[in-house]
Protein backbone atom coordinates (compact mmCIF):
# COMPACT_ATOMS: atom_id res chain seq x y z
CA UNK A 1 0.00 0.00 0.00
CA UNK A 2 0.98 3.74 -0.65
CA UNK A 3 2.04 6.01 2.69
CA UNK A 4 0.73 8.87 2.06
CA UNK A 5 3.44 11.91 3.46
CA UNK A 6 1.94 14.04 5.63
CA UNK A 7 3.60 17.73 6.32
CA UNK A 8 1.42 19.21 9.40
CA UNK A 9 2.00 22.21 10.50
CA UNK A 10 1.15 24.00 14.34
CA UNK A 11 1.64 26.59 16.17
CA UNK A 12 0.80 25.55 19.67
CA UNK A 13 -0.35 22.64 21.58
CA UNK A 14 -0.02 20.37 18.95
CA UNK A 15 -2.93 17.97 20.24
CA UNK A 16 -4.28 17.48 16.76
CA UNK A 17 -0.99 16.81 15.40
CA UNK A 18 -0.21 13.91 18.93
CA UNK A 19 -3.77 12.48 17.28
CA UNK A 20 -2.49 12.05 13.80
CA UNK A 21 1.17 11.01 14.89
CA UNK A 22 -0.51 7.79 16.88
CA UNK A 23 -2.76 6.91 14.02
CA UNK A 24 0.10 6.64 12.14
CA UNK A 25 2.23 4.81 14.24
CA UNK A 26 -0.07 1.60 12.50
CA UNK A 27 1.34 1.56 8.99
CA UNK A 28 -2.38 -0.05 8.14
CA UNK A 29 -3.40 4.16 8.47
CA UNK A 30 -1.68 4.86 5.30
CA UNK A 31 -0.31 7.73 6.14
CA UNK A 32 2.53 9.08 7.87
CA UNK A 33 4.04 12.15 9.66
CA UNK A 34 7.21 13.06 7.60
CA UNK A 35 8.07 16.77 9.24
CA UNK A 36 6.64 18.90 11.52
CA UNK A 37 6.17 22.82 10.94
CA UNK A 38 5.55 25.87 13.26
CA UNK A 39 5.29 29.71 12.85
CA UNK A 40 7.33 30.15 16.46
CA UNK A 41 9.62 27.96 18.12
CA UNK A 42 9.16 26.40 21.68
CA UNK A 43 5.67 24.90 21.19
CA UNK A 44 4.42 21.66 22.60
CA UNK A 45 3.38 20.75 19.09
CA UNK A 46 7.26 20.93 18.15
CA UNK A 47 8.21 18.78 21.13
CA UNK A 48 5.57 16.44 20.16
CA UNK A 49 7.16 15.66 17.03
CA UNK A 50 10.73 15.46 18.44
CA UNK A 51 9.22 13.21 21.18
CA UNK A 52 8.28 11.05 18.11
CA UNK A 53 11.17 11.49 16.14
CA UNK A 54 9.88 13.24 12.98
CA UNK A 55 11.51 16.32 11.65
CA UNK A 56 10.95 19.99 12.35
CA UNK A 57 11.19 23.16 11.20
CA UNK A 58 10.34 26.87 12.25
CA UNK A 59 9.65 29.67 9.54
CA UNK A 60 8.79 32.80 11.92
CA UNK A 61 7.58 35.70 9.77
CA UNK A 62 9.14 38.24 11.95
CA UNK A 63 12.69 37.00 10.33
CA UNK A 64 11.80 37.56 6.53
CA UNK A 65 12.16 41.05 5.30
CA UNK A 66 8.52 40.62 3.77
CA UNK A 67 5.58 38.37 4.14
CA UNK A 68 6.09 37.39 0.54
CA UNK A 69 9.49 35.93 1.75
CA UNK A 70 8.26 34.24 4.61
CA UNK A 71 5.41 32.09 1.75
CA UNK A 72 8.35 31.42 -0.17
CA UNK A 73 10.77 29.88 2.57
CA UNK A 74 7.56 28.19 4.04
CA UNK A 75 6.86 26.14 0.86
CA UNK A 76 10.50 25.67 0.57
CA UNK A 77 10.65 24.11 3.92
CA UNK A 78 7.43 22.29 3.06
CA UNK A 79 8.65 20.85 -0.54
CA UNK A 80 12.18 19.86 1.02
CA UNK A 81 9.76 16.82 2.40
CA UNK A 82 7.60 16.30 -0.48
CA UNK A 83 4.58 16.06 0.76
CA UNK A 84 1.31 14.55 -0.78
CA UNK A 85 -0.84 16.79 1.70
CA UNK A 86 0.02 19.07 3.94
CA UNK A 87 -2.39 19.74 7.45
CA UNK A 88 -2.35 23.02 9.11
CA UNK A 89 -3.56 21.96 12.64
CA UNK A 90 -3.56 24.94 14.38
CA UNK A 91 -1.14 26.86 12.29
CA UNK A 92 -2.36 30.58 13.04
CA UNK A 93 -1.29 31.92 9.97
CA UNK A 94 -2.53 32.59 6.17
CA UNK A 95 -0.37 31.27 3.59
CA UNK A 96 0.00 33.07 1.06
CA UNK A 97 0.31 33.14 -3.10
CA UNK A 98 3.47 31.23 -3.65
CA UNK A 99 2.19 28.27 -0.79
CA UNK A 100 -1.54 28.16 -2.75
CA UNK A 101 0.69 28.10 -5.95
CA UNK A 102 2.15 25.10 -5.34
CA UNK A 103 -0.13 23.37 -2.73
CA UNK A 104 -3.72 24.45 -3.02
CA UNK A 105 -5.78 21.14 -3.49
CA UNK A 106 -3.71 19.08 -1.43
CA UNK A 107 -3.36 22.09 1.56
CA UNK A 108 -6.23 21.37 4.32
CA UNK A 109 -7.29 22.75 8.04
CA UNK A 110 -9.30 21.89 10.81
CA UNK A 111 -11.11 24.56 12.28
CA UNK A 112 -12.97 24.76 15.50
CA UNK A 113 -16.52 25.47 14.30
CA UNK A 114 -19.10 24.60 12.10
CA UNK A 115 -18.03 26.64 8.50
CA UNK A 116 -19.21 29.27 6.80
CA UNK A 117 -20.49 30.30 10.42
CA UNK A 118 -17.70 31.53 12.83
CA UNK A 119 -14.41 31.74 10.54
CA UNK A 120 -11.24 33.24 12.33
CA UNK A 121 -9.29 32.39 15.29
CA UNK A 122 -12.29 32.80 18.02
CA UNK A 123 -14.92 30.05 16.90
CA UNK A 124 -15.41 28.79 19.65
CA UNK A 125 -15.86 31.71 21.43
CA UNK A 126 -17.89 33.83 19.12
CA UNK A 127 -20.26 30.57 18.83
CA UNK A 128 -20.88 30.98 22.41
CA UNK A 129 -21.82 34.67 21.64
CA UNK A 130 -23.76 34.21 19.52
CA UNK A 131 -25.95 31.62 21.70
CA UNK A 132 -26.15 28.37 18.93
CA UNK A 133 -26.81 25.13 20.38
CA UNK A 134 -24.66 22.70 17.82
CA UNK A 135 -21.01 23.77 17.72
CA UNK A 136 -18.29 21.37 15.81
CA UNK A 137 -15.45 21.47 13.91
CA UNK A 138 -14.80 21.71 10.38
CA UNK A 139 -12.37 19.81 7.84
CA UNK A 140 -11.60 21.95 4.50
CA UNK A 141 -9.27 22.63 1.63
CA UNK A 142 -7.89 25.92 2.48
CA UNK A 143 -7.81 28.96 -0.61
CA UNK A 144 -6.90 32.18 -0.59
CA UNK A 145 -9.92 33.23 1.83
CA UNK A 146 -9.95 32.94 5.32
CA UNK A 147 -11.86 29.47 6.46
CA UNK A 148 -13.31 29.75 3.05
CA UNK A 149 -12.44 26.79 1.27
CA UNK A 150 -14.25 23.38 -0.17
CA UNK A 151 -15.58 21.48 2.88
CA UNK A 152 -14.16 18.02 3.54
CA UNK A 153 -15.07 16.27 6.70
CA UNK A 154 -18.04 18.47 9.73
CA UNK A 155 -18.68 17.05 13.03
CA UNK A 156 -21.05 18.90 15.67
CA UNK A 157 -21.41 18.94 19.37
CA UNK A 158 -23.87 20.37 22.12
CA UNK A 159 -23.12 23.88 23.35
CA UNK A 160 -24.66 23.41 27.02
CA UNK A 161 -25.66 25.71 29.35
CA UNK A 162 -23.27 25.98 31.34
CA UNK A 163 -20.02 25.90 28.76
CA UNK A 164 -17.16 28.33 29.03
CA UNK A 165 -15.45 28.99 25.78
CA UNK A 166 -12.90 26.20 27.61
CA UNK A 167 -15.67 23.42 28.33
CA UNK A 168 -16.73 24.16 24.57
CA UNK A 169 -13.27 23.74 22.96
CA UNK A 170 -12.84 20.78 24.81
CA UNK A 171 -15.56 19.08 23.83
CA UNK A 172 -15.19 20.91 20.39
CA UNK A 173 -11.55 19.33 20.19
CA UNK A 174 -12.23 15.62 21.26
CA UNK A 175 -14.68 15.33 18.11
CA UNK A 176 -12.09 17.67 16.02
CA UNK A 177 -9.23 15.15 16.25
CA UNK A 178 -11.24 11.80 15.52
CA UNK A 179 -12.81 13.79 12.75
CA UNK A 180 -9.10 14.54 11.54
CA UNK A 181 -7.88 11.03 12.03
CA UNK A 182 -10.51 9.57 9.95
CA UNK A 183 -10.84 11.70 7.76
CA UNK A 184 -7.22 12.25 6.60
CA UNK A 185 -6.92 8.25 7.10
CA UNK A 186 -9.74 8.24 4.36
CA UNK A 187 -7.98 10.84 2.35
CA UNK A 188 -4.78 8.56 2.29
CA UNK A 189 -6.07 5.21 1.32
CA UNK A 190 -9.18 5.91 -0.66
CA UNK A 191 -8.27 9.46 -2.56
CA UNK A 192 -10.93 11.96 -2.78
CA UNK A 193 -12.73 14.20 -5.87
CA UNK A 194 -13.69 17.60 -5.74
CA UNK A 195 -16.70 19.27 -8.34
CA UNK A 196 -17.21 22.87 -7.45
CA UNK A 197 -17.30 23.08 -3.50
CA UNK A 198 -18.49 19.58 -3.50
CA UNK A 199 -15.80 17.17 -1.75
CA UNK A 200 -16.27 13.24 -1.93
CA UNK A 201 -13.95 10.61 -0.67
CA UNK A 202 -13.04 7.64 -2.57
CA UNK A 203 -12.19 6.96 -6.23
CA UNK A 204 -15.43 8.22 -7.31
C1 LIG B 1 -7.86 23.45 17.13
O1 LIG B 1 -9.09 23.46 17.82
C2 LIG B 1 -7.97 24.14 15.81
O2 LIG B 1 -9.22 24.03 15.21
C3 LIG B 1 -7.71 25.57 16.17
O3 LIG B 1 -6.69 25.51 17.13
C4 LIG B 1 -6.82 24.30 17.85
C5 LIG B 1 -5.47 23.65 17.86
O4 LIG B 1 -5.36 22.72 18.87
N1 LIG B 1 -7.35 26.36 15.02
P1 LIG B 1 -4.08 21.81 19.02
O5 LIG B 1 -2.85 22.70 18.92
O6 LIG B 1 -4.11 20.78 17.92
O7 LIG B 1 -4.22 21.17 20.37
Redesign the pocket.
Known sequence: MVTVRLVVL?S??????QALLDAAADPAYGAEVVAVGADRPAIE?LARAERHGVPTFVARVADFPTRDDWDAALLAECSRHKPDLIVS??FMKLVGPRFLGEYEGRYIN???ALLPAFPGTHGPRDALAYGVKLAG?TLHFVDSGVDTGAIIAQVAVPVLDDDTEDTLLER??VA?RRQLVDTVGRMARDGWTVNERKVRLGRG
Open positions: VGSGSNLGAGTHNAIKE
